[in-house]
């Protein structure tokens, strides 16, 4: 009996440990599954990106005196008009001029926050460039222009003494030996954020007759070759090439620019080469862009040369047409600045709008595929979102067919290149009216 029992609790204990294993391998089968799921939809096409803080500005300031403070207004709002336009060109702009003298009437809030950086050996030499952003502090109060301003920094200090920003995007801070390196050899730097009326703004531009640029704007995929003295060749990435991706993202968070890096990965390196960037092939290029969905694709080569010369080539694909300029400089960040000013001036000149005080070109926009309430709230309030459109009035409704009238500050082809921005109306067809324009499209959302 007792080698009975033996046998058949063996045999139990088999089948459960087969059961479990295969319910892991079924699990582990899920996880796979799931992991490729998600990666395949991280990369779906981004199109257009919506930009956020156009509107608002953060300024290094010595001291928070009424005189730097007015400098600081007078410097934000002339970065705002910059980011609102696009274009630098715009500042000297009589109006405008005027109205950054002015600044502070178009303000409607200001704060003050504080951030601890890291000085390193070039900073004790009087170069500020490399100090390295370690933290922030913030708090409320009402500064003396009667403005809503934040001020909190000592309650901030006593929770955190070192005013380290512990976090786990920065793990190497939490180590023990951090701070005692950081309080010898950092300073406190002061920022006021600054918010201002967009509709005041946006009137002064009108004044001015200065095209403003929607926030809803397009994408730019950057590809880069590098090149060293010894001829090695290598693709821009964030982990080899921190200070080229930072300098180009500072140029993009100032103009208000939609950056996209490819990230390199394997399906990445199998479609596209160091070389193929080099010698700037279209149609490799265009093809290893698809994954990442961009509205536009900016392609360079830079060779850093052995007298300290910065070399290069950019091409630049936007539609159906494909731009070729060249580059030499000495410095790093004008290098990069002249190409990024050059695409993001044609970009903002094709997309922004100048605005019109009166003669609101009327079109129709037919969409197919409204299905319900929340399909039809949704849709409205995109529709009203576009930059051209100044008024929405539905003027029928058959089934899941809805018809909308538009007041445009612009031209239909104008209207439907911003639409194309955007992936949730898809085009059907378009037709003349004897009292218009009608667009008809799909929506997709």
């Not at 060779?303 to 030499?328: E, N, P, Y």
């Amino acid at each position: 009996m007792k080698t009975l029992d033996h046998c058949y609790i063996t045999s139990k204990i088999h089948a459960l440990s087969n059961c479990a294993a295969a319910l892991f391998r079924a699990r582990a089968w899920r996880f796979w599954f799931l992991s490729l799921l998600l990666a395949s939809y991280t990369f779906q096409p981004s199109a257009a990106l919506q930009v956020t803080g156009l509107y608002s500005q953060k300024i290094l300031v010595l001291n928070e005196s009424n005189s730097e403070r007015s400098r600081a207004f007078r410097d934000a709002l002339a970065a705002v008009i910059v980011k609102v336009t696009g274009e630098q060109r715009w500042l000297l702009d009589p109006v405008v001029v005027t109205a950054v003298s002015n600044a502070q009437s178009y303000v409607e809030g200001v704060s003050y926050s504080s951030e601890l950086v890291l000085l390193r050996p070039t900073d004790a030499l009087g170069d500020d460039s490399q100090a390295e952003v370690l933290g922030n502090t913030q708090g409320n109060s009402q500064d003396s222009s009667g403005f809503s301003s934040r001020d909190d920094s000592e309650e901030q200090v006593q929770e955190n003494p070192n005013n380290l920003n512990v976090s786990a995007e920065n793990p190497e801070l939490m180590t023990a030996e951090v701070p005692e390196a950081v309080t010898a050899a950092s300073t406190e730097q002061r920022f006021i954020n600054v918010d201002f009326s967009a509709t005041l703004i946006n009137e002064l531009l009108l004044e001015a007759k200065i095209p403003v640029w929607d926030s809803n704007r397009p994408s730019v995929l950057v590809w880069m070759t590098l090149q060293d003295e010894a001829g090695e060749r290598s693709l821009l990435s964030s982990e080899t090439n921190p200070k080229i991706v930072s300098l180009i993202r500072d140029f993009a968070d100032e103009r208000g620019l939609p950056i996209i890096f490819p990230v390199l990965d394997f399906e990445d390196r199998r479609n596209v080469t160091e070389d193929a960037i080099w010698s700037l092939d279209e149609a490799l290029i265009r093809q290893a862009s698809v994954r990442y969905g961009a509205d536009s694709i900016m392609s360079g080569r830079l060779h850093f040369t052995a007298g300290g010369d910065l070399v290069g080539v950019w091409q630049f694909i936007f539609q159906d047409q494909t731009l070729m300029f060249d580059g030499v400089d000495q410095e790093l960040k004008s290098y990069l600045n002249a190409p990024l000013d050059k695409i993001t001036t044609q970009l903002a000149s094709y997309f922004a709008i100048v605005p019109e005080t009166s003669d609101f070109e009327i079109v129709q926009l037919r969409i197919d595929g409204v299905g319900n309430l929340q399909a039809y709230s949704s849709l409205v309030t995109y529709v009203n979102g576009l930059g051209l459109v100044e008024s929405v009035t539905t003027t029928a409704l058959d089934g899941e067919r809805l018809d909308l009238s538009l007041s445009l500050l612009g031209d239909p082809n104008q209207l439907a290149e911003l639409i194309a921005l955007d992936r949730d109306l898809l085009p059907i067809q378009s037709e003349s009216l004897e009292n218009g324009f009608r667009l008809h499209y799909r929506w997709t959302r």
